[in-house]
């Protein structure tokens, strides 16, 4: 089996796996309940947990579809950037080091449990939707910010700038350069793409609100 399919079913297993776990140990349903409980009746949220139960699936289904669009994007992206930087490289080789590169952000649910259950034991579900650990956000705290501001300072993080780094390292090494030139490529092709998502996800939520 191709290398890179074993990496992404691997990597589609541990998401599942990771995600599984964070909702049971912080007992996300019940955080839900409590939130909804300010809204709702007692009849209409119990309507509406056998409504999710019934198709919890269909939210598992939706990581491997997630990640294959995010990787194979990713991937499209660099491929450009480095067409336009005069390199090439296969686009197969791009996205196996780019799903390899994914592997850095299965340490966000892991520092998010362990984050809530060892040291923030008393928190909200508003919490835990806006807690992202390593991130500018954990400075200046979300309760603190318009929320359209959220999102960019979630993003500005040390699991991103560690997944920047090595992109960078993947390309120079297999372009046969150095870790600067990779960088080069990267800082000029996905950082803007990610600006231009944060950019887009907070024109919605400000419109949204």
Not at 73 to 90: E, M, P, V
Request: aromatic residues 22%; hydrophobic residues 50%; charged residues 15%.
């Amino acid at each position: 089996m191709n290398s890179a399919v074993l990496k992404y079913l691997l990597l589609c297993s541990l998401s599942i796996i990771l995600n599984h776990f964070f909702k049971e140990i912080v007992d996300l349903d019940k955080l839900l309940y409590n939130s909804l409980s300010e809204q709702f009746t007692s009849n209409q949220i119990d309507k509406f947990f056998k409504f999710q139960k019934k198709w919890e699936w269909i939210g598992y289904i939706f990581i491997p579809i997630l990640l294959l669009i995010k990787t194979s994007i990713i991937a499209s992206i660099l491929y450009i950037g480095l067409f336009f930087s005069n390199r090439d490289l296969k686009f197969s080789i791009i996205l196996n080091f780019v799903l390899k590169a994914e592997f850095i952000f299965l340490l966000v649910p892991i520092s998010k449990l362990i984050w809530f259950y060892f040291f923030e034991t008393n928190f909200i579900l508003e919490d835990i939707q806006n807690f992202y650990p390593l991130s500018a956000l954990n400075i200046v705290r979300y309760k603190e910010l318009e929320i359209w501001f959220i999102y960019p300072f979630q993003v500005l993080n040390l699991f991103e700038f560690f997944y920047i780094i090595y992109l960078g390292y993947e390309i120079g090494k297999h372009t046969q350069t150095n870790t600067d030139y990779g960088l080069k490529v990267v800082g000029l092709s996905y950082v803007p793409s990610l600006f231009l998502w944060v950019a887009t996800i907070m024109f919605f939520t400000l419109n949204y609100n």
